[in-house]
């Protein structure tokens, strides 16, 4: 059997996986809820928007629940979103979608058809993964721990995998520094050479904005700086849950989720339909938010880089950045701050290309 090297962000809004041989992302949402015996009146034309499986693996605190995951979770009155207090490193949730996404690209990727007489899916994968700045050094061991091993997926109710199971095995699992791995990225090619001699040589400061926590790491020559280099335990996720009650005490309206909300800000329509009486609109108050979350970012940075005046120049990356990006710029004033598109893939595909580097010779880049 082959081993198939991945890049995976185990994120708390979203998962993003990509596997060496295709660049296409997989993106998951990190939400599920209790699965159940769906009635379907429509298939879902999909694999992706119904994801209902039963995940087995030994380090589950419940073995073999059934879940609803993703897309198929985000209208789910029951569903989970995580919270500040949960830790990626050790959270069943995470984990539940992490694995589902390692199963739905193996079977999906590649034309891989079972063997006659074959009647589960088998995967080898080495993944690189990673912690924010803050929880890295207490946890990263416990995180490989818990990747680490022989874990098993079934597709219930999915489309076109209902019924298959795949067990998926993870061999090696390297764990790098979230920031940091997006500047490993953005600073190298596909083959590892070297394509940005400033982010590679330079001291490079990174402000990346997830769901619920913002890593400030240094880089310097690739390689972190230990004394500057910090994290917030906040991120976009606080902001959307504010707008998200302060639209149902203005409007009566409830989004079922995060997801349900950036969904809309991402399509610029903000206006929402109220019980029986017309539209609302949430853009001032989307406006608000954003504009505060801004503010406190670009104070962040404008601390940071006081502090260490030797930083030459700062991205700002992340999801957050993708969705504050106007306003940062507007709170930014004079600050030059540098963004790039798909902010919110650099660190996954910074994991894929840190695994290869850890594999594939003993040079060892952060
Ligand atoms: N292109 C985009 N435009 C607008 N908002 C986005 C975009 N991409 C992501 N977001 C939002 O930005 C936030 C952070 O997304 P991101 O994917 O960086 O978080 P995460 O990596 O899953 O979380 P964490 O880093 O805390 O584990 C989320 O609320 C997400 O919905
Ligand atoms: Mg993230």
């Not at 991945?6 to 660049?23: F, P, Q, R, T």
């Not at 079977?107 to 993944?127: F, K």
């Not at 902001?239 to 800000?265: C, H, M, N, T, W």
Request: charged share 25%; aromatic share 8%; with cysteine.
């Amino acid at each position: 059997m082959m081993i198939k090297l991945a890049g995976i962000d185990i994120g708390n809004d979203s998962v993003k996986l990509v596997v060496n041989e295709s660049h296409e992302p997989v993106i998951i949402p990190n939400i599920v809820s209790p699965g159940y015996e769906r009635h379907i009146l429509q298939e879902e034309d999909a694999p992706l928007k119904a994801l209902d499986v039963m995940v087995y693996s030994p380090k589950l605190k419940r073995k073999g629940q059934r879940y609803f995951v993703g897309q198929l979770a985000t209208e789910d009155q029951d569903n989970a979103e995580l919270e500040e207090t949960d830790n990626k490193a050790t959270s069943d949730q995470s984990l539940i979608v992490a694995l589902t996404a390692l199963a739905y690209a193996s079977i999906m990727n590649v034309a891989n058809s079972l063997h006659p007489g074959q009647t589960i899916d088998q995967v080898e994968y080495i993944i690189g993964t990673g912690l924010p700045v803050r929880t890295y050094s207490r946890y990263h061991q416990a995180f490989e721990e818990r990747l680490v091993g022989e874990h098993e997926v079934t597709f219930l109710s999915t489309p076109k995998l209902k019924g298959r199971t795949v067990r998926v095995s993870i061999r090696r699992a390297i764990v790098s520094i979230e920031g940091a791995a997006a500047l490993f990225h953005m600073a190298t090619h596909d083959n590892l050479q070297v394509r940005d001699e400033e982010l590679y040589y330079g001291c490079i400061g990174i402000c990346e904005m997830g769901a619920l926590t913002t890593d400030f790491p240094v880089v310097k020559r690739m390689s972190i700086d230990n004394q500057f280099s910090t994290g917030e335990q906040l991120g976009l996720a606080s902001y959307l849950d504010s707008i998200i009650r302060e639209v149902e005490d203005q409007y009566g309206y409830r989004f079922p989720s995060r997801a349900k909300l950036i969904q809309r800000i991402r399509k610029q329509d903000f206006s929402i339909q109220r019980v029986g009486e017309g539209q609302g609109d949430i853009r001032s108050i989307v406006d608000n938010y954003f504009g505060r979350a801004a503010q406190k970012i670009v104070d962040l940075i404008r601390k940071r880089w006081k502090k260490y005046p030797d930083i030459q120049c700062f991205y700002v990356l992340g999801g957050g950045a993708s969705a504050l990006r106007p306003y940062i710029l507007d709170a930014a004033e004079n600050m030059r701050l540098r963004f790039v598109e798909n902010s919110e893939l650099q660190n996954v595909y910074g994991y894929l290309k840190l695994a290869k580097n850890k594999t594939s010779h003993s040079s060892e880049a952060m």
